[in-house]
């Protein structure tokens, strides 16, 4: 599976951004799909995850509220849409895919996600 992620940029404190994340190399359908970000001098961190039928989402308490994640499984594709931007949002955003995750526990975990693409820079200014 290749992954690429895509519609980062530069947006004002209290803008919004859509990233996507596009899937090659065979379907993600049956996937748990992820996305995570690191700032730089931070560990890569867990923001928002979607079990492979799109029925349950999992967020970062640090964007509850504020982000959505979503998926098109007829487009090979998953979306987050981010809203009420904040400077502590400024990072590389990656997109991961996985074996379907049946704890709730498991979603921000990186090692429950073996397919990664390159990130995409997000910076929010203040």
């Known amino acids: 599976v290749q992954l690429q992620a895509s519609g980062g940029g530069l947006v004002q404190a209290g803008g919004s951004l859509r990233l996507s994340c596009a899937a090659s190399?065979?379907?993600?359908?049956?996937?748990?799909m992820g996305w995570f970000r690191q700032a730089p001098g931070e560990e890569r961190e867990f923001v928002a995850a979607?079990?492979?039928?799109?029925?349950?989402?999992n967020y970062a308490d640090s964007v509850k509220g504020r982000f959505t994640i979503s998926r098109d499984n007829a487009k090979n594709a998953v979306y987050l849409q981010m809203n009420s931007l904040k400077p502590e949002d400024t990072a590389v955003y990656y997109c991961?895919?996985?074996?379907?995750?049946?704890?709730?526990?498991?979603?921000?975990?990186?090692?429950?996600?073996?397919?990664w693409g390159p990130g995409t820079q997000v910076t929010v200014s203040s």
């Open positions: 190399g065979r379907t993600v359908s049956s996937y748990s």
């Open positions: 991961a895919a996985g074996p379907p995750i049946y704890s709730s526990s498991n979603y921000a975990r990186p090692s429950a996600y073996p397919y």
């Open positions: 979607i079990s492979w039928s799109g029925a349950n989402t």
